[in-house]
């Protein structure tokens, strides 16, 4: 099975500090598609960040980059500068091609809470 | 307007029951899926269609019925609810960029089975 991992179940950080979200995964194809979505409670699910596989360059968005470690299959989010708003349940997700065309595999997520 | 819409938003109902979760889409994507969030928040793909034809399906129980009517659409029929069942319903759909597409997530329907 084509897995992603998130050893941590909760994080938590002071407002205005950084912090790193761990994420690993299981995959046999050269081609994939990595993704951070963040479901405040609200229950919306927003993207936040997508990192191509072919690309070696970390992809980044404002306060969120990822450390991409293809050989290690590593993709870990930090988010620099917390705000109260980043308080949210983040999912690390890897979409690949063939006959896994389309399907987003998920991890377990991420509660993250940032603190006055 | 909301790109991706489910209705209802909540749904409560009791075991035995059949009931129908609504999603339409007004982004012009090609790709459309159903996902599962259980109580413990882990998100699972069910089903995913493209221009209205299946092209995957997670070993979802017979009782669950997807049906397109158009690219649009996607909507959910579950027949014979059981207490299981109980859980958040995502519909999504992404572009026709292929793995690189992003999912755009409806706001999810929660039912509650008694």
């Known amino acids: 099975a084509q897995t992603v991992t998130q050893s941590q179940p909760e994080m938590s950080v002071q407002e205005a500090e950084t912090v790193t979200l761990s994420c690993t995964y299981d995959t046999s194809e050269n081609n994939y598609y990595l993704f951070w979505y963040k479901q405040p409670p609200s229950r919306q699910m927003i993207l936040v960040i997508r990192q191509e596989a072919y690309k070696q360059q970390n992809a980044t968005e404002n306060r969120f980059s990822v450390n991409f470690q293809k050989a290690a299959k590593s993709f870990s989010l930090k988010i620099s500068d917390s705000q109260l708003g980043d308080t949210a349940m983040y999912f690390c997700a890897r979409k690949g091609g063939g006959t896994s065309y389309g399907k987003l595999t998920f991890g377990q997520g991420t509660i993250l809470t940032v603190h006055p | 307007d909301t790109a991706v819409s489910q209705t209802p938003k909540y749904l409560v109902t009791q075991m035995g029951n059949d009931k129908s979760i609504k999603c339409e889409q007004n982004?012009?994507?090609?790709?459309m899926y159903w996902y599962k969030q259980d109580s413990k928040k882990f998100l699972k793909i069910m089903f995913s269609?493209?221009?209205?034809?299946?092209?995957i399906n997670e070993t979802v129980p017979n009782r669950f019925s997807p049906k397109s009517p158009d690219k649009a659409h996607l909507n959910l029929h579950i027949n014979s609810l059981e207490l299981g069942d109980s859980a958040v319903y995502f519909c999504a759909s992404s572009p026709p960029t292929g793995p690189a597409g992003e999912l755009f997530f409806g706001e999810g329907s929660r039912l509650t089975v008694l």
């Open positions: 982004l012009g994507h090609d790709t």
């Open positions: 269609y493209n221009n209205k034809e299946l092209i």
